[in-house]
């Protein structure tokens, strides 16, 4: 009788998630991190980096949704978007659906998670090769410090601040974020966990209260990060998440979500009085 393949993600020191794997479809090892794309039982196909989970076909529009439609509809004409990671290709996909986006810049460190996803996870990568997008391979954290270019909206969408990702977090990166930010831009990164990363996300919020003038943190829910609640910040130069949102704009643009909804815009940003409390000062969500 052949052994059953599982491959088990490791979070901290004290929780493990396993998923039945029925075929490994890509193993490398690239100049930053090791990739993997395997076919599970109950997710669909999965995107590994360092043996943490980054993506699944079966959850994935719930991240991508909400990383990318927040901010896109709270900006009242977000033209020119840059995406800094993202290899897997979900959030460019889900800002291309945006018809008044006109050029969304993509930076991925890892040539080898984007050619990995074109090739075995289509789903998140379908519109890698769309002409509204210019797909850079290359550090995010020297492009912003260099381009010339004004972006309405930045989406930092990393893995955790450790390896490639770590400069991500910090406060330098997030000077050059908002230098190369319109004059009422917005940035959205992802947040970790409440539940396991609260220092991660303190951290993360003083960096960025230090240099927006509104700052917050809002939720949603998935299968695969530990914990299933997971975080994004928003920080803006002008605009507030609720107050400049307009329900109207989200039924005008014809645009069909898996997740996103303005009921769930909303309430993304009520947030549990433990994270509330282990916030405070540090976020304008009330």
């Known amino acids: 009788m052949h052994s059953e393949l599982w491959i088990e993600e490791k979070f901290q020191d004290f929780l493990g998630l396993k998923i039945k794997v029925d075929r490994v479809l890509f193993s490398g090892k690239s100049e930053f991190q090791t990739v993997d794309v395997v076919e599970t039982r109950g997710h669909g196909r999965m995107l590994l980096n360092d043996g943490l989970i ?14 990318s439609h927040v901010p896109l509809f709270v900006h009242p004409q977000p033209k020119n978007v840059l ?22 810049t993509m930076v991925e460190i890892d040539g080898m998670v984007v050619d990995a996803c074109k090739e075995f996870i289509p789903q998140t990568a379908c519109e890698l090769e769309n002409p509204r997008l210019n797909l850079i ?13 004004k972006f309405d909206v930045i989406i930092v969408d990393s893995t955790d601040p450790i390896g490639p990702a770590a400069p991500l977090f910090g406060p330098e990166f997030y000077q050059d974020v908002f230098n190369c930010l319109t004059d009422d831009g917005i940035v959205v990164s992802q947040g970790e966990s409440s539940w396991y990363a609260m220092d991660i996300q303190q951290s993360l919020l003083r960096v960025l209260n230090d240099v927006f003038p509104q700052c917050f943190l809002y939720n949603f829910s998935n299968l695969t990060y ?6 994004f910040t928003f920080a803006s130069k002008k605009y507030h ?11 005008n643009s014809g645009i069909e979500f898996d997740y996103y909804n303005c009921a769930v815009h909303k309430a993304a940003f009520s947030l549990p009085n433990f994270a509330r409390k282990g916030l405070a000062g540090l976020i304008a969500n009330g």
């Open 54 to 67: 980054m993506v699944t076909e079966r959850d994935e529009f719930a991240y991508h949704d909400m990383i």
């Open 83 to 104: 995406v800094i990671g993202g290899g897997d290709g979900g959030t460019a996909r889900e800002v291309l659906r945006h018809s008044g986006v006109e050029k969304c």
């Open 137 to 149: 391979i290359g550090d995010g954290v020297k492009f912003v410090k260099e381009t010339d270019e």
């Open 226 to 231: 530990p914990g299933g609640l997971w975080s």
């Open 241 to 251: 998440p609720l107050q400049d949102f307009k329900d109207e704009r989200v039924h």
